[in-house]
Structures are given as structure tokens and as C-alpha cells.
């Protein structure tokens, strides 16, 4: 009997799979998370051969913790589970993984069940070097975003293209990000954004704040060694020197 790990902030989503997959009686659960980072944890604690994950969760999204466990000795078989519509989903949709578009019915769980116990069944090596380059082909091969797949209040999705972003400020469990054509809310933390986001373009100033270095008009000093950030649109953002000391190419 293979074991399996749901991850899911949505408590009925996450009974939905569980139903199913008892029906199946081949597949044991052996946990359920609600948040990326439990996710991560208890992959590592109880092992499990299949993992379902939901692309958009709270603290760390799915593909930080599908990031995150892709170096592993023995790294699970994905199944992405998410809400958004197909043309979101060219991004996941590739060979190596599986994924269950909600709402999905008994047939198409199957079908996905199927693939990830084909995948599970893989040496680890090759399992590991597959989920690797499917993290990699998500997000594009330098391993940064070009764009970010941001929800809207209809329940539909649209692809974000990381130029567009102007800052991004943390919000408790999410960030907004400030675009030429408005705010956005995305379920990520600031760090796990940072770390999707080329610190060629973008950089941490605050532990609040994070800017696209294109919109910086200019950059001035400010008390006790912090600094300030004047944006083209003439908003001013603290640059604390903490973070200004990581980016010696960009001080004064």
C-alpha cells in the first residue's frame, strides 16, 4: 500500500481527496497539511511515495515546497491539484506530472492516481532528476519567474508578467503586488516571493518591502544608514540598511 500526503488550505478539498482516495484502498493517507511549509515537514517526517498539492497555498506555494523536496534522496510522485482553467495550467501541464483541475470527478482522479503510482514506481534517481526539471520547466529553466499566476475575485486566474511589478508589500500570509495596472493580492510569504524573483531586477529593502530596480528614479540617505527609495511614480519606500549592506552594487 503506497503512502500518500494531501496538501491543501481548503479543509473540503482536502476531505474530497481523502474520500477518494480510501475508496481506492491501494492508497493510505498518512497526513494532511494546510500550509506550505507543513507540507515540507511532513513530507520529510512520514515519506510518502505520492503527493497531492495545491498550487496556491498559504506560506509556501506548491512549487516552493515541490522546490523544496526536489533534492531529496527519495522525492515523492506530484499530483498538482489547483483551481485555475486550462490555459493557466499549459505551465504544470507537462509529461512528468500529473494534475486535477477542481472540480474533477472519480475518473480523472484515477487516471491521475495511476500516473503518479507509474512515477513512484521510478528508480530514485531518476524520480529526483524528473521532479527537478519539472520545478525548473514550471517556473522557466534560470530557475526565476517571468511571470506569476495571480487569482481574481471570479475564481479565474491570469499570468502576471514579473516586469509589471512595480513593489511588492507583505501583508501578514500574502503580498500585494503593485503593478502599472493595479494591485494584486497572491497567498505567498515575502520570502518565498524573494526567492521566485530575479535579484537582478528585484531587491529586498525592508522586510516589508521588495521593488522592481527599473521603477527606482533615485536613491537617497536617510537616518542611522537606512536609505530611501524614490520610485518613478514618486512613491517613497524605506530601504533599511540591513538590507541595503546584502546589496553592496547598489549603494550610494
Known amino acids: 500500500m503506497k503512502r500518500v500526503l494531501i496538501a491543501d488550505d481548503e479543509a473540503p478539498a482536502r476531505r474530497k481527496l481523502a474520500r477518494f482516495l480510501e475508496a481506492r484502498g491501494d492508497l493510505e493517507v498518512v497526513a494532511e497539511a494546510s500550509n506550505g511549509v507543513d507540507a515540507v515537514d511532513l513530507i520529510a517526517i512520514t515519506k510518502p511515495e505520492i ?14 515546497v515541490a522546490d523544496a523536496i526536489a533534492r531529496a534522496p527519495s522525492p515523492p510522485a506530484i499530483v498538482f491539484v489547483t483551481a485555475h482553467d486550462e490555459y493557466a495550467l499549459r505551465a504544470f501541464d507537462v509529461s512528468a506530472v500529473d494534475y486535477l483541475l477542481k472540480p474533477y470527478d472519480r475518473a480523472r482522479f484515477d487516471l491521475a492516481v495511476e500516473r503518479a503510482l507509474a512515477r513512484a514506481a521510478m528508480p530514485d ?10 520545478v525548473a520547466q514550471a517556473r ?4 526565476f519567474a517571468k511571470r506569476l499566476l495571480v487569482p481574481q475575485e471570479n475564481g479565474r486566474s491570469f499570468f502576471l508578467g514579473v516586469g509589471e511589478i512595480v513593489r511588492v508589500a507583505s501583508d501578514g500570509n500574502n503580498v500585494e503586488l503593485h503593478t502599472r495596472r493595479g494591485r494584486f ?21 525592508h522586510r516589508s518591502h521588495l521593488i522592481n530596480i527599473d521603477a527606482v528614479a533615485a536613491i537617497e540617505p536617510a537616518f542611522h544608514g537606512d536609505l530611501t527609495a524614490i520610485l518613478r511614480d514618486g512613491e517613497r519606500v ?5 538590507y541595503a549592506s546584502r546589496r553592496p552594487d547598489l549603494r550610494l
Not at 524605506?238 to 540591513?242: E, L
Open 140 to 143: 522557466n529553466e534560470e530557475g
Open 185 to 205: 493580492r497572491l497567498r505567498s510569504t515575502m520570502e518565498a516571493l524573494e526567492a521566485r524573483l530575479d535579484p537582478a531586477q528585484f531587491v529586498r529593502v
Open 51 to 64: 503527493v497531492f498539492l495545491d498550487i496556491h497555498m498559504p506560506d509556501l506555494d506548491g512549487l516552493g
Open 125 to 134: 534517481a531518476g524520480a529526483n532528476a524528473l521532479l527537478a526539471r519539472i
Open 238 to 242: 524605506p530601504w533599511s540598511r540591513r
